[in-house]
């Protein structure tokens, strides 16, 4: 008990802490969220920095940064009002600029340049104008509209039923094959010919099925069993306990097969057949056990050797793995579940968190703390 009331205050007070951070912060574009420091020098990004700097605006990181104010205000409320009342208005500042993006030809995107014109920086950071065809949706467009739904339905506005219909369109690009996981390249019906069948859109749009639940939007939330039972039957490798990002291949993420654990416990309810909670509980323990190498969780393991394929181990998946070794410990009381925690908690405040400000260090190998960004080089809204 001890354990659950001590960590409940650290993750409370951490969130306070960044949230507050963040929003003293200059805003981008009167009134985009300004999380563009560096992690491990602590200094700001400036206009020599390129895409990393003040002249570009991540709609990726703007749709999580609503989600997290929305979701952040309602936990606040009870805890810290003061707090809440700050990130409601800076969420309904957020929702106005986002809603005009999305507005404006039925998308977000992942890169924007100072004119507010999408673009994207390729492999060698030279930057292009990104094409914009109707039919193809991204990630962008997901975590977008994730936060336009959240906010819409906390602050009572019309527009709730037009983003409801935005991320049923997203849901329906990635069972239609119109939706590009890689944003770094020309949004094409060429890219998307290209690109393998990972389960990494099925699993961040998974994430969207918890809140809609929660927010009453039940009428929604027929596409979240197809997801979680596509990748258990498409991906799931029954000798090691291990999701393959692609069927048939070797490479697995263990840090997205953590968060697809997560997202599923957090929507399914408890009549759901006991032998998928196993199942789940078997791809967190073994995604943890072959990915945990030290400091945090690598990248990328291989299901036939179970060795690192990277030496980089971001900061985000040890917190999907505290949220999803929580939610699995609620459902089992199993042992395994605690140890994963615990252990994922540990690595996260011992190794990552930096306290002073309340921000984590992006990347890092065994060798420390390096300057790698994992997808955006803003730091991730709380």
Not at 44 to 66: E, K
């Amino acid at each position: 008990m001890e354990f659950f009331e001590e960590t409940r205050t650290t993750y409370a007070a951490a969130n306070a802490g960044t949230l507050y951070w963040m929003l003293q912060r200059p805003t981008l574009g009167g009134g985009f969220l300004n999380t563009k420091q560096n992690s491990m020098t602590l200094t700001d990004y400036g206009t020599g920095d390129g895409v990393r700097g003040p002249g570009y605006t991540y709609g990726w990181i703007q749709g999580r940064g609503l989600e997290s104010l929305v979701t952040h205000a309602e936990f606040f409320e009870r805890e810290l009002p003061p707090l809440a009342e700050k990130l409601d208005a800076a969420g309904r500042r957020l929702y106005d600029l986002l809603a005009g993006l999305q507005k404006s030809d039925g998308h977000v995107y992942f890169c924007y340049d100072r004119d507010m014109l999408p673009v994207y920086a390729d492999a060698a950071n030279v930057v292009h104008k990104q094409e914009k065809p109707a039919l193809i949706y991204t990630y962008s467009d997901a975590f977008v509209a994730k936060g336009l739904v959240a906010a819409a339905s906390r602050y009572g506005l019309p527009g709730v039923t037009d983003h409801l219909a935005y991320l049923g369109e997203v849901v329906a690009s990635i069972e239609n094959g119109r939706f590009q996981m890689d944003e770094r390249r020309p949004l094409s019906l060429e890219s998307l010919a290209l690109q393998p069948d990972d389960f990494g859109p099925r699993m961040i749009l998974l994430g969207a099925a918890g809140p809609l639940k929660r927010l009453g939007h039940t009428a929604h939330l027929a596409f979240a069993d197809r997801f979680i039972a596509h990748v258990v039957d498409r991906h799931f490798d029954a000798g090691t306990g291990l999701l393959r990002n692609v069927p048939g291949e070797d490479a697995c993420n263990v840090g997205h097969g953590i968060e697809f654990v997560g997202f599923a416990l957090d929507y399914l309810d408890d009549s759901v057949d006991p032998a998928l909670i196993e199942t789940l509980e078997r791809i967190l323990v073994s995604s943890f056990k072959t990915g945990f190498v030290g400091p945090g969780i690598t990248l990328t393991v291989s299901i036939a050797s179970g060795k690192p394929q990277s030496p980089y181990c971001p900061w985000w998946s040890l917190p999907e793995t505290i949220r999803s070794a929580a939610l699995c410990h609620g459902r089992t009381g199993s042992a395994e579940s605690l140890k994963v925690w615990k252990a994922a908690h540990a690595a996260f405040f011992e190794r990552y968190w930096r306290g002073t400000p309340p921000i984590a260090y992006q990347t890092m190998t065994k060798d420390g703390p390096v300057d790698f960004v994992p997808a955006t080089p803003d730091l991730d809204p709380g």
